[in-house]
């Protein structure tokens, strides 16, 4: 079973310099992800960005899981 320490634990190498909150019951997820990588994009290629590092993992490994993605700037605001 996936533990919220180990998604947090794949988007942070994924996403280097990233801050991430990851909650969770073992199937259902909700993560915070902080990123200067989501400067300038959408909503959707935000979330993306996200799915993209976690790769097959979002298919095998977690059944659900609830986005949202920050910059530092929205993040401090």
Known sequence: ???PEQIKTWIEEGLQGSEVQVTG???HFDALVVSLEF???SLIAR???VYNVLGDRMKADIHALSLKTLT???YQG
Do not use: L, N, S
């Open 72 to 74: 530092p700037e929205e």
């Open 25 to 27: 019951d073992g199937q």
């Open 39 to 41: 400067d300038a994009k």
């Open 47 to 49: 979330h993306r960005i």
């Open 1 to 3: 079973m996936v533990t």
